[in-house]
């Protein structure tokens, strides 16, 4: 029996998971005892039944393959008998998901940083799944957070390294350690979920595509999906190469990071769709020819259309949306007659609402869509629910956006992030934002006057949970809305996101430019909170 070693260490400062894990920079988590110390505290308070499954994989960014190695003999030490590894340490995170939920896993140690920078110098990240797949609940995260802040050991045991690199099986004293297909049961799963061959046909008609990997996890997958399965032409998937460093680049799909892509979509010999996903598979982006989708409109064009899939025929059983995310999906429910559910922002906020049956797809502003297959957003998911559309209904990307504004009318939304702000100055302008609440609704600003404002409160329909503090709103009497959030998922500084909305009914203006359709908005957020006196900033980093 191989002996298990205890190493004695010290708790660290600031292992509280954010929103999607523990992120910090690469130099942090390579400190001695540092990744052990959070992932023992994962194991110390995780449910599980003596010789459990335990899945892990990750995004291949930089340090992924050292702290995997780690986590397979501290699962040893802890009295795992089953570990499954993607390939090359490489499951993107709705793969993982998957992966979890088939082999009715105990959880699963998803190492990423999502969207953020990788290399030697960026950014790296660990986030625990559940047995249902999904990212831990605050209750989980509160407990693994309390156990960092007093623990005062490890546990491993000695053993080479496992070849990542070869199928197969090996065993680490009563530990089998199981290298698998990364691609292949997610593949298999899509190809069950959607229909193949509709989207088939219309490739061999003409339909054509370009998908941006962005040299992050969803290579593999969608050379596998979309070219090798669904017949697009060879090179329809760029950046298909998984690297350490993305490339250089930063792996996040939006109008900044894949402009390229735009570019490339807004020109006359554009192909039909494109698409993007980010560092781990999460993510998505949508722009037909001469058109972006917002990832707001998305969500809502999905939930309108998503029947024409043969595992989503005649059972969508409700809408569920972040808070910040606009209320483009709310008109569809309605017209549907299904609820739509507000949650805070996270996707673990679905997973009650998932596991309980009463919502098929969810989304964030942030990119994030997906459905109840698996307890994550899944960026090739929300690609191949688009084909899927645009093959049963012979329509572009454009048409779809416009008949869709038509019948339910358009939200004009944008998100602004100030990123890498000051975190103190950061804290101060929440904490204004807050003290100055009671005294705005009746206010006016410009030809906005405020109905609403509130600190969002989230009470789960499931299990009675409540989450407080979940972000700013400002709701106007035209319908409009601000929302203000600082962001959980950077390493450094602070990230103030702004969120923007305003309706226009079905017979009113719905092909405008959004950010002049938002003007009046936009002058509100900084009279409101004072961004420019706060941090300095005359204009946000990012606008998506």
Same mark, same amino acid.
């Given at each position: ?12 400062? !600031? ?25 023992? %505290?994962?194991? +110390? ?5 003596? !010789? ?44 993982? %998901? ?8 105990? #959880? ?18 660990? /986030? ?44 680490? !004293? ?23 061959? =509709? ?20 290579? &593999? ?41 735009? +570019? ?12 993007? %996903? ?11 020819? #001469? ?19 043969? =595992?989503? /025929? ?5 809408? =569920?949306? *972040?808070? &910040? ?11 549907? #007659? ?9 996707? /673990? ?8 049956? @009463? ?17 994550? @957003? ?48 950061? +804290? ?10 009671? =005294?705005?609704?009746? @206010? ?10 509130? *600190? ?10 409540? *989450? ?21 998922? #950077? ?16 017979? !009113? ?16 957020? +900084? ?18």
């Amino acid at each position: 029996m191989t002996q298990i070693l205890t190493v004695p260490t010290r708790p660290f400062e !600031g292992q509280a998971p954010g929103t999607s894990g523990l992120r910090k920079k690469v130099k942090v988590f390579q400190q001695p005892n540092y990744a052990e110390n959070f992932i023992q %505290s994962v194991f +110390d308070v995780a449910e599980r039944e003596p !010789g459990a499954i335990l899945v892990i994989g990750g995004d291949g960014r930089f340090h992924n393959r050292t702290v995997i190695q780690q986590a397979i003999r501290m699962a040893a030490a802890n009295g795992y008998g089953r570990v499954l590894v993607g390939q090359g340490g490489i499951l993107s995170t709705p793969a993982a %998901s998957h992966v979890i939920r088939k082999n009715k896993a105990s #959880g699963g140690l998803v190492l990423s940083a999502s969207h953020n920078p990788g290399g030697p110098e960026e950014d790296f990240g660990i /986030k625990y799944n559940i047995a249902n797949g999904g990212p831990a609940p605050e209750a989980v995260t509160r407990a693994i957070h309390a156990r960092t802040q007093e623990i005062d050991r490890w546990l491993t045991v000695e053993a080479e390294d496992v070849d990542l690199d070869t199928p197969g099986e090996t065993r680490i !004293g009563e530990l089998i350690v199981a290298v698998i297909d990364p691609v292949a049961d997610y593949a298999d799963l899509m190809e069950e979920l959607f229909d193949f061959a =509709a989207i088939r046909k219309a490739v061999a008609g003409g339909l054509t595509m370009r998908f941006d990997a962005m040299n992050a996890v969803t290579g &593999p997958y969608a050379v596998e999906i979309l070219e090798n399965r669904l017949g697009f032409a060879k090179g329809t998937v760029v950046n298909g190469t998984p690297l350490e460093d993305f490339g250089g680049h930063h792996p996040d799909p939006n109008l900044i990071h894949a402009k390229d892509l735009y +570019d490339l979509m807004m020109s006359e010999n554009s192909p039909d769709i494109g698409a993007a %996903s980010d560092g781990d598979g999460d993510r998505n982006l949508i722009i037909g020819r #001469g058109r972006f989708i917002t990832p707001s409109d998305s969500l809502a064009m999905l939930a309108a259309n998503m029947g024409g899939a043969p =595992a989503y /025929k005649g059972r969508l059983a409700g809408i =569920a949306r *972040s808070m &910040p995310t606009s209320a483009a999906a709310d008109r569809v429910a309605e017209a549907l #007659g299904v609820p739509c559910f507000e949650t805070p922002t996270g996707w /673990k906020f679905f997973g009650n609402l998932l596991d309980a049956g @009463k919502v098929t797809i969810c989304g964030e502003e942030s990119a994030g869509t997906g459905s109840d297959h698996v307890r994550e @957003k899944d960026g090739l998911w929300a690609v191949l629910l688009w084909l899927n559309v645009l093959a049963a209904r012979g329509i572009s990307v454009d048409q779809l956006a416009r008949e869709h504004w038509a019948r339910f009318g358009r939200n004009y939304y944008a998100r602004h992030d100030y990123e890498g702000i000051d975190k103190a100055a950061a +804290d101060v302008l929440m904490a204004g934002l807050t003290d100055g609440l009671p =005294a705005l609704p009746g @206010k006016s600003f410009g030809r906005l006057t405020v109905r609403v404002a509130d *600190s969002f409160s989230y009470t789960d329909p499931v299990d009675g949970s409540v *989450s407080e503090n979940q972000g700013i709103r400002i709701l106007f009497e035209d319908g409009s809305r601000i929302v203000f959030r600082l962001s959980g998922t #950077g390493t450094q500084g602070a990230t103030l996101r702004v969120y923007l909305e305003r309706y226009e009914s079905a017979g !009113g203006l719905l092909d405008e430019e959004t950010g002049a359709m938002l003007a009046e908005q936009i002058a509100a957020a +900084d009279e409101i909170a004072g961004i420019r006196r706060h941090t300095g900033r005359t204009a946000p980093d990012v606008i998506t």
